[in-house]
């Protein structure tokens, strides 16, 4: 059952929505690095889909919380804006050839290539493909520039409720004068001169040695041959029954989420990302205060050391520390936040250099865990009725080999409550170790096998 919200009359008289220092943030590493991070869902039907129901789903989508686009600022140091995004004008069309099962990973990964642009648009795209088996797969890719995991979850499950929000941005062709718009930036400009000030304070406390990268290790040689290629970081989907997951987090003592950390360490290890007898472990925390959160992306990182050999046997020492890890992280602003109110001042060439450090090449080799928590059962109703998979990738679109291999690889354990299951979807690209996903599906099934695990791979 629809629930539409008419959107305003005239959203062009709209006032400018400007993007949070985070979000400003996120687009400027996506211009400045030319790598452009997107999410990724999947869902998997054994049986045809209703295609009609599809299309409304998508529709609803068109006008909820991905409905935007990025409008970037006239002035030098100008705040970027919101502005609404028009909905898609194309149907949904139905590839005429069915692919072999076999080919599930490889069409996911040409979705990621397909054409998106946060200011131009589109944003995202829904597409989906029958396969020889019977069975459909459905493809969401979002830039991570408008919306993060969270923002998507909600928008797929308001969608699925037919529910549509009414737009709070200008429209992309507004018809504000460049004089209105440049006295809106300038305005917002004046409002933060505090934010800025404080930030520049926070900047003087902190000792640049801090971010000292002397000891990253060298990038690995990458053959004249290879300067051109491009590369979709390696994926694998599975499902473990909620059961059989909970069993496993008690035999050691520990709750769902240390045994995802636990797992994640271990995920590190067996890439060879270490330093130091520890792996470094990136924990997105939520930073929203509720569902109402109208940002694009709204999280702190939190940083974990974990010894290489603790994620065997008890789990009690790491669940007090990620305890209190996750509490300070939410209670604290870490220094980065302090200081994202200079974000609009950074020139271009330096804003990419502390990119690269953001991204993982630093010499701690980090692997971030990123949990979504339980999501609602209506994520899985995309055309009605539950799909029979589901799973979840944060990745960058395709990217040179080069600029990977020099960032020393990466690697992301993603995780998130559907009913009865826990979605995992591991995400790596390690020079030496992993470079192609059977690989990274052998070593996955290794991780399974060493905390005996029993799971369902998405293509199975």
């Known amino acids: 059952m629809m629930q539409a919200v008419a959107h305003p009359a005239n959203v062009s008289d709209m006032p400018p929505a400007f993007l949070s220092f985070a979000d400003q943030a996120m687009y400027l590493a996506h211009v400045s690095l030319g790598q452009h991070a997107v999410i990724q869902v999947l869902w998997r039907y054994l049986r045809p889909l209703d295609i009609d129901a599809l299309t409304r789903f998508r529709d609803n989508l068109a006008h909820g919380h991905l409905a935007r686009l990025i409008r970037p600022a006239r002035l030098p140091f100008g705040r970027h804006q919101w502005a609404s995004a028009p909905p898609p004008s194309a ?123 002397s000891h990253t290790p060298a990038a690995s040689p990458v053959g004249p041959a290879a300067d051109d290629q491009t590369v979709v970081f390696p994926s694998a989907f599975i499902r473990v029954p909620m059961s059989v997951w909970d069993a496993g987090a008690r035999s050691r003592g520990a709750n769902r989420l240390t045994l995802l950390t636990a797992m994640t360490a271990a995920f590190a290890k067996a890439l060879g990302r270490i330093r130091d007898e520890e792996v470094t472990l990136l924990i997105p925390v939520n930073q929203r205060e509720g569902l109402s959160h109208a940002g694009g992306n709204s999280v702190a990182l939190a940083t974990l050391k974990v010894r290489v050999d603790e994620p065997r046997g008890g789990l009690h020492a790491l669940q007090r520390r990620l305890r209190a890890t996750l509490l300070r992280t939410r209670q604290e602003p870490n220094r980065l936040a302090a200081l994202l109110p200079l974000v609009p001042f950074v020139p271009r060439r330096a804003f990419s250099a502390a990119s690269h450090l953001a991204l993982g090449a630093l010499a701690d080799l980090p692997v971030t865990c990123s949990n979504l928590g339980s999501l609602p059962k209506d994520v899985l109703q995309i055309d009605g009725n539950a799909a029979d998979r589901i799973c979840f990738r944060g990745i960058d679109r395709p990217v040179a080999r080069r600029a990977i291999e020099a960032r020393q690889g990466v690697a992301t354990l993603f995780a998130g409550v559907i009913p009865g299951f826990v979605a995992l979807s591991f995400v790596a690209y390690q020079p030496g170790v992993v470079t192609e996903p059977r690989h990274l599906r052998a070593l996955v099934e290794h991780l399974l096998a060493d905390y005996e695990l029993a799971a369902e791979f998405f293509d199975a």
């Open 91 to 213: 149907a949904l069309v139905a590839a005429e050839t069915a692919l072999a099962s076999e080919a599930i990973q490889t069409w996911a990964d040409a979705q990621v290539a397909l054409p998106l642009d946060p200011v131009r648009g589109p944003a995202w795209t829904l597409t989906f493909q029958g396969f020889a088996d019977g069975s459909t797969v459905v493809s969401l890719v979002v830039s991570h520039c408008v919306a993060d995991g969270l923002t998507i979850a909600m928008a797929v499950s308001d969608a699925v409720r037919g529910e549509r929000r009414p737009s709070i941005y200008p429209a992309l062709c507004s018809v504000h004068s460049a004089a209105t718009v440049l006295a809106a930036e300038l305005q917002r400009i004046v409002r933060d001169v505090p934010a800025t000030f404080r930030a520049l304070g926070q900047l003087a406390r902190t000792s640049y040695t801090s971010l000292d990268t």
